[in-house]
């Protein structure tokens, strides 16, 4: 079991629970993908054991070729919601964070092609690196924030979360008529345009505005 850790500083026993995930979110992203955007949210999970914090590594597993990086804003949950309205979704938020969805791009288009789950292109340890969170009260509002990644100092995504199809409230609502969303879960709310193939070595940065930062390398 693994605890969050926070930007203050405070020490909480806080466990990350199921990583809730969603694609096609960014209009430019679906478009690069080959990929539509629908009506409702996509979904996928990672499991808790792929999360790395600040100063980390991600690990090339030996069966992948071809490792994408994908920068998200996270949100963390800080109470117990089944079936929540958009408009008290918020309530519901303990914070937000910075994450890395690491796909394994080759082992994602061959269970595509199949019809296949994408858990085992996801689902890798070291393969969701996240930042330390920032509380609510501490952030503004997050469906305008900047968001961005620089791989070894060069900018390779950069946007707003206001380009997201979904409001973060949206995102909630929907989870919350599917799956009980509990304290300590994380949402992934998608990656925006620009991603792209990272190797051994490299060096990735992430930021969320001005609240928080990420950076890992490969190894």
Not at 100 to 128: C, H, M, N, V, Y
Request: with cysteine; aromatic share 6%.
């Amino acid at each position: 079991m693994t605890n969050y850790i926070f930007k203050d500083g405070v020490k909480r026993n806080i466990t990350i629970g199921k990583l809730v995930c969603l694609a096609r979110t960014y209009k430019k992203h679906a478009e690069e993908m080959n990929s539509e955007v629908t009506e409702d949210p996509v979904l996928f999970l990672k499991p808790a054991s792929s999360v790395i914090f600040n100063g980390e590594s991600i690990v090339v597993p030996k069966i992948s070729k071809c490792l994408h990086h994908e920068v998200e804003l996270g949100v963390v949950i800080g109470k117990k919601c089944k079936n929540v309205s958009k408009k008290d979704a918020l309530d519901h938020v303990l914070g937000y964070l910075l994450a890395l969805d690491i796909t394994a791009r080759d082992i994602q288009s061959e269970t595509k092609k199949k019809g296949w789950p994408w858990s085992i292109a996801k689902g890798f340890d070291t393969f969701a690196p996240i930042s330390d969170v920032v509380l609510k009260k501490d952030a503004p509002d997050p469906n305008s924030l900047d968001i961005s990644l620089k791989v070894n100092g060069e900018i390779k995504q950069s946007s707003n979360t206001n380009n997201m199809v979904f409001s973060v409230e949206r995102i909630i609502e929907f989870i919350s008529q599917i799956m009980t969303l509990e304290p300590g879960d994380l949402i992934m709310t998608g990656t925006p345009e620009g991603v792209g193939e990272i190797k051994t070595g490299d060096v990735l940065e992430a930021e969320l505005g001005d609240i928080c930062s990420l950076k890992v390398n490969v190894s």
